[in-house]
C-alpha cells in the first residue's frame, strides 16, 4: 500500500511538472507574441520606441529558452519519461528553438524599423507589411493554442496557412523590386524593408514547424518533409478514429 | 556473475549503439556538406547539373534527419540515459535540425544558381562568393570534427569564425548594392544572388550552433547566447582542467 501511495505520490509530482513545462512554453510563446506584435508596429507605425522596446526583451526570451531546455534534460534524466510523456519533452526541446528564433526575426524586424526610421521619404507598401505581419501572428498564437490544447486539427489548418504567406511574401517583393528599379537611390532602404519582410516570411515557416511537433506529439508520427497530402491522411485518419 | 556479464553486454550495445548514433550524425553531416560544396561550385562556375544534383538529393538528408531522430527517441525511451549520455542524444538531436537546414540553404543557393544560368550577362562578384562559400564550408566541416572529436577548442574556434563570415557578407552585401544601383534592369537578378549570399551566411550561423551543442556536450554547460568572453572563459576553464 506505502509503495503504492508513493507511486501515486511520484507520478501526481511528474505530472506537475510537465504541466509546469507546457505552462513555462506558453509563457515563452506570450513573450515572443508580444515582441512579435510590437515589431510589427513599430515597422508600420514609424516606432522607434516599440523598436527599442522589442530589442531590450530578447534577453529574457534567451534566459527562457536556456531555464526550459535545462528543466527537460532534467526530467529526462530523473523521470525517464516514456511515449507520449517523452513526446511531449522532445516536442517541448524543439518548440523553444523555434520561438527562440522567431522572437530573433522580430528583433531583426524591430532593428530595421529602426534604420527605416532614421530617413524620411521612403516608399513603404504599409497596408500589405501590416497584412503580412498580422498574418504570421495570428498563425504564431494559433500554432501555439495547437500545442497547449494538444489539437492536431487546428495545427494542421495553421500549417496550411504558410503556402498563403508564401504568396503575400511573393507579392510584397515583387512590389519593392519595382520601388528599387523606380528609384535608385532608394535601394538601400528598400533593401532594409526586403529584409524585414523575409523575416515575417520565416516567422510563417516556424510557426509551421511548431505545427509539425504538435501532429508528433498527439500522433506520434513525425510529419516533417512530407507533401499536404500525406499530412492531411495522417490528421483525417486521427480525427477519424476520434469520432 | 551472470548478472554482471549480462551487464556488461548491454552496456557494451549501449555504446554501440551511441557509436552508431554519431557515425550516422557524421554521415548525414558529409552528405550535406557534398550538397554545399556542390551548391558553391554550381553557382560560381554556373553548372546548372551540379544544382540540379543538389535539389534531388535533398530527400536522401531529410530521410536521414527524420531516422536518427527516432534512433534518439527510441535510445531514450529504451535505455533512459544519464548524464554525458544524455546530452549526447540531446546535442545529436539539436545538430541534425541544424545540418538539415544547412541541407535547405544549400538547395537554396543551387536555386538561385539554377535561376541565374538562364540569364546570361549578369555582373557577379564571383571570386568573393567563392570565398564566403569555402569559408562557410570550411566551418561546417570543422563543426563536425569537433562534434567527431568532441573537441570543445576547435569548437570554439570555429564559433569565433562566424564573424569573419559575417564582415565578408556585409562586404559582398554593400559590392551587390552598389551593382544594382549602376543598373536597374539587373536588379532581379541581383536579388538572386543576394539570396544565395544570404543563404551561406545562415551556413555559417547554423555551423556556430552545432559548436555550442559540442560545447555543451562536453561541457554540460548551456553556452548559447553568452558573449565570446563568457565562452572563451568556459573553453579556457576546460583547457586549464585538463592540463
Same mark, same amino acid.
Given at each position: 500500500m506505502q509503495r503504492e501511495t508513493l507511486g501515486h505520490h511520484i507520478s501526481r509530482q511528474f505530472n506537475e +511538472?510537465? +504541466? *509546469?513545462? &507546457?505552462? &513555462?512554453?506558453?509563457?515563452?510563446?506570450?513573450?515572443?507574441?508580444?515582441?512579435?506584435?510590437? $515589431?510589427?508596429?513599430?515597422?508600420? !507605425?514609424?516606432?522607434?520606441?516599440? $523598436? *527599442? *522596446?522589442?530589442?531590450?526583451?530578447?534577453?529574457?526570451?534567451? $534566459?527562457? #529558452?536556456?531555464? =526550459?531546455? #535545462?528543466?527537460?534534460? !532534467?526530467?529526462?534524466?530523473?523521470?525517464?519519461?516514456? %511515449?507520449?510523456?517523452?513526446?511531449?519533452? =522532445?516536442?517541448?526541446?524543439?518548440? =523553444?528553438? *523555434?520561438? #527562440? &528564433?522567431?522572437?530573433? #526575426?522580430? +528583433? &531583426?524586424? %524591430? !532593428?530595421?524599423?529602426?534604420?527605416?526610421?532614421?530617413?524620411?521619404?521612403?516608399?513603404?507598401?504599409?497596408?500589405?507589411? !501590416?497584412?503580412l505581419g498580422e498574418h504570421v501572428l495570428q498563425m504564431m498564437h494559433d500554432a501555439l493554442d495547437a500545442f497547449a490544447r494538444m489539437d492536431v486539427e487546428t495545427a494542421y489548418k495553421v500549417w496550411r496557412e504558410d503556402r498563403k504567406v508564401d504568396d503575400e511574401y511573393e507579392s510584397i517583393m515583387r512590389q519593392l523590386m519595382t520601388y528599387m528599379m523606380e528609384d535608385a537611390r532608394a535601394i538601400p532602404h528598400i533593401l532594409e524593408i526586403i529584409w524585414a519582410v523575409r523575416a515575417l516570411e520565416r516567422i510563417g515557416d516556424r510557426a509551421g514547424n511548431i505545427c509539425e511537433y504538435v501532429i508528433y506529439l498527439v500522433k506520434g508520427k513525425d510529419v516533417r518533409h512530407t507533401t499536404a497530402e500525406q499530412m492531411e491522411r495522417e490528421v483525417m485518419g486521427h480525427l477519424r478514429r476520434d469520432d
Open positions: +511538472e510537465l +504541466e *509546469d513545462i &507546457r505552462n &513555462r512554453v506558453l509563457a515563452m510563446g506570450g513573450l515572443v507574441e508580444q515582441q512579435l506584435r510590437n $515589431a510589427i508596429d513599430s515597422l508600420v !507605425q514609424d516606432n522607434s520606441e516599440l $523598436a *527599442d *522596446d522589442v530589442m531590450t526583451t530578447d534577453y529574457k526570451v534567451n $534566459a527562457l #529558452e536556456v531555464s =526550459i531546455d #535545462e528543466e527537460c534534460v !532534467q526530467i529526462l534524466a530523473r523521470r525517464q519519461p516514456a %511515449a507520449s510523456d517523452l513526446r511531449l519533452i =522532445i516536442a517541448v526541446i524543439k518548440t =523553444i528553438t *523555434d520561438l #527562440e &528564433r522567431i522572437g530573433d #526575426e522580430a +528583433e &531583426r524586424v %524591430a !532593428q530595421k524599423a529602426l534604420q527605416l526610421s532614421k530617413v524620411s521619404g521612403i516608399k513603404m507598401p504599409k497596408s500589405s507589411l !501590416q497584412h
